[in-house]
Nanobody, 124 residues
């Protein structure tokens, strides 16, 4: 059974940093991509970043590029999202998800398994 558990959310002032972690288990696929998504109240869920299993392909949505960094640790089965220079517009529930195969996408509808999410709130 695939399980994804997010941690690291919280309340931070604008300009601050947070590090989210996604702990994955039950990933028996030959290949997969793990993505981070976020959803603010009243808005559609959007892709933030994703990384392939090998860590050789990492992508970001334009609004976070240069501020967020995704990384993977295959020994620990974790994918972290380091978020710097946070703004109130980054406030959302953040989710990690996994898609089977080696092609990532920012389209949340394509992902197979999801975590429960962790809340990030950035105050101005």
């Amino acid at each position: 059974e695939v399980q994804l558990v997010e941690s690291g959310g919280g309340l931070v002032q604008a300009g601050g940093s947070l590090r989210l972690s996604c702990a994955a288990s039950g990933l028996t696929f030959d290949d997969y991509v793990i993505g981070w998504f976020r959803q603010a109240p009243g808005k559609e869920r959007e892709g933030v970043s994703y990384i392939n299993r090998r860590g050789s392909d990492a992508r970001y949505v334009d609004s976070v590029r240069g501020r967020f960094t995704i990384s993977s640790d295959n020994a620990k089965n974790t994918v972290d999202l380091q978020m710097n220079s946070l703004t109130p517009e980054d406030t959302a529930a953040y989710y990690c998800a996994v898609i089977r195969g080696n092609l990532g996408t920012m389209n949340y509808l394509m992902y197979d398994y999801w975590g429960q999410g962790t809340q990030v709130t950035v105050s101005s």
